[in-house]
């Protein structure tokens, strides 16, 4: 066990759907990073927030939006789902968010099943 | 370019025997860290081992050990005395500089290990 907690754990929805993803840090870490992994496109980096503020981003569409709330748990809303929005969506989370040493921790991962 | 290199998309190996998963990584950055995680069919990404491009010695926790060869830039990861568990995906992964943000943790295609009884 990571420490770092994601729910729900599957989601089945239809396309054009908005739905919210939701992820807990361990304890002390700052920074949170999502990360969908499709099998086409292996695992893709999609955002990073540190201590409430975003910090980067990665391969991120619009529809998607992330934000990271004041007790440092995370939401990644995704929206006007498509059938490509079919993915395993992780949460990570580190200390710092910055430096090379810096092991980023996975949760369980949320499946996301787009019909 | 590809920033990390798995060469090998699947490899077998019997079990209680050692295997090396090969990576290699491209950096022009005198600072990094190289990362392993397993991923097992049931989805979850677990962290195994951390190498540092400034550590004198190879990583080691428990059975896996890091093989660092900085000059030919790769960081094999060694698993001792196989087990049925471990069969598994693997990726290796690799954040470049010392102050940066999660876009330059960039993970390779992975290896998928097969353990045989």
């Known amino acids: 066990d990571s420490g770092v907690t994601q729910t729900p754990k599957h989601l089945i929805t239809a396309t054009g759907q908005r739905v919210t993803l939701r992820c807990s840090p361990r304890s002390g870490d700052l920074s949170v990073y999502w990360y969908q992994q499709s099998l086409d496109q292996g695992l893709q980096f999609l955002i990073q927030y540190y201590n409430g503020e975003e910090r980067a981003k990665g391969n991120i569409l619009e529809r998607f939006s992330a934000q990271q709330f004041p007790d440092l748990h995370s939401e990644l809303n995704l929206s006007s789902l498509e059938l490509g929005d079919s993915a395993l969506y992780f949460c990570a989370s580190s200390r710092s968010g910055r430096l090379s040493t810096d092991t980023q921790y996975f949760g369980p991962g949320t499946r996301l099943t787009v019909l | 370019a590809q920033k990390i290199t798995q060469t090998q998309p699947g490899m077998f190996v019997q079990e209680k025997e050692a295997v090396t998963l090969d990576c290699t990584y491209d950096t022009s950055d005198p600072s990094y860290g190289l990362f392993w995680y397993k991923q097992p069919s049931s989805g979850e990404m677990i962290f195994l081992i951390y190498q540092g491009s400034y550590d004198q010695q190879n990583a080691t926790e428990g059975r896996y050990s890091l093989n660092f060869q900085k000059a030919r830039k790769s960081a094999n990861l060694v698993i001792s005395a196989s087990q049925l568990g471990d069969s598994a995906m693997y990726f290796c992964?690799?954040?470049?500089?010392?102050?940066?943000?999660?876009?330059?943790?960039?993970f390779g295609p992975g290896t998928r290990l097969s353990v045989l009884p």
């Open positions: 992964a690799m954040r470049e500089g010392r102050d940066n943000y999660g876009q330059n943790f960039v």
